[in-house]
């Protein structure tokens, strides 16, 4: 029989309040539902612990957004307005306090790595981040949750050598403008490439700027990139950059959608290719971050393809090897 290592999931019920308008909005609330009622029924379920989302402070968000933004992100929601900067962002009321839970919820993750006895955590939480970037909401995305953990981390923990690593199908253009110019954080992206695709950043010569040059690496792939495609993209130039690089956290930014069900993008990923990533993910924070590691959901729109997804990922992350 098949045993599992602990997985601890951080989330809040009011993730669920950011309403963005019904099923039509490919970000609606039914994606954490049907993840939840995926993983009940899951072999994983008796290992995994919950725990509650903290919220994001001020201070933690300003780390990379502006007070401006800030400000304007919290007066649009709560003055009724159902989008801020394109209609793609639909907020409502409730929204600007799931943001906070969102972000907040990864603080918490990199709590319960640095603090208990948590190796492997998953902030399961929504709207999604990878997108937002400094003064603008973006593609779903209003604060970057991702920026706010690295940061998080090297604050309050020390931890000062990151690498985030970004198998989300788009580009996340919010987490590379954060961190081009920094050598501590190594942006890591494979996606599908950007002159078919949302948001249309992510070419292989983006390599960060300044003293940052050398810690962003973009790996596009085209349209229809299979399971192998994905495979040889991660050994022939993810694992080596991680190699030079030694990273002393992880944090991965997991969107789902790549499945070929998902018309989100025109990727052509398996849902049996998640736990092989799943996996290699675990072998990575085993070899540089003593198991430890941070996983946050980003995208991922068909619904049973994103449960499965979510799940044969979280089988690979924990199975005992
Ligand atoms: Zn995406």
């Known amino acids: 029989m098949t045993q599992y290592k602990p997985l601890t999931i951080v989330s809040h019920s009011q993730c669920l309040d950011h309403d963005t308008g019904g099923p039509e909005h490919p970000e609606n609330p ?8 995926q993983l009940k029924a899951s072999p994983l379920f008796p290992y995994i612990t919950e725990k509650i989302a903290k919220r994001a402070k001020r201070e933690d968000i300003l780390v990379y957004h502006s007070e401006s933004y ?3 992100l919290e007066e649009t929601a709560l003055r009724g307005q159902t989008y801020i900067d394109h209609p793609d962002n639909q907020i ?14 990864c603080m918490t993750a990199v709590d319960l790595l640095e603090e208990e006895q948590c190796d ?17 909401a973006f593609g779903f ?6 920026v706010v953990a690295a940061r998080y981390w ?7 050598k990151i690498a985030i690593i970004d198998w989300d199908a788009h580009h996340g253009n919010g987490i590379q403008d954060a961190f081009e110019n920094d050598p501590d954080v190594f942006y890591i992206s494979i996606h599908e490439h950007p002159t078919f695709s949302f948001p249309g950043t992510g070419y292989a010569e983006e390599k960060g700027l300044g003293e940052g040059v050398g810690t962003t690496l973009n790996v596009p792939l085209p349209p229809g990139a299979d399971d192998q495609m994905f495979l040889r993209a991660l050994k022939k130039f993810v694992e080596p950059a991680l190699e030079s690089f030694q990273p002393e956290r992880i944090i991965i930014s997991a969107g789902f959608d790549g499945h070929v069900l998902d018309d989100m993008s025109g990727l052509s990923y398996s849902t049996e290719l998640y736990g092989i990533i799943g996996e290699k993910m675990d072998c990575l924070a085993q070899k540089y971050c003593q198991g430890k590691l941070l996983t946050i959901l980003e995208g991922g729109y068909h619904l049973e393809a994103l449960a499965a ?3 044969s990922y979280l089988l690979g992350l924990t199975k005992c090897k």
């Open 30 to 37: 039914e994606r954490l539902r049907i993840i939840n009622r």
């Open 70 to 72: 800030l400000f304007r």
């Open 92 to 105: 409502c009321f409730e929204s600007y306090e799931a943001i906070l839970l969102s972000s907040g919820g």
């Open 120 to 136: 492997l955590v998953f902030s399961c939480i929504r709207p999604p981040g990878h997108h937002a970037e400094r003064a603008m």
């Open 141 to 146: 995305c209003f604060v970057n949750n991702a």
């Open 154 to 160: 090297q604050r309050h923990y020390g931890r000062k």
């Open 309 to 311: 997804s979510v799940e």
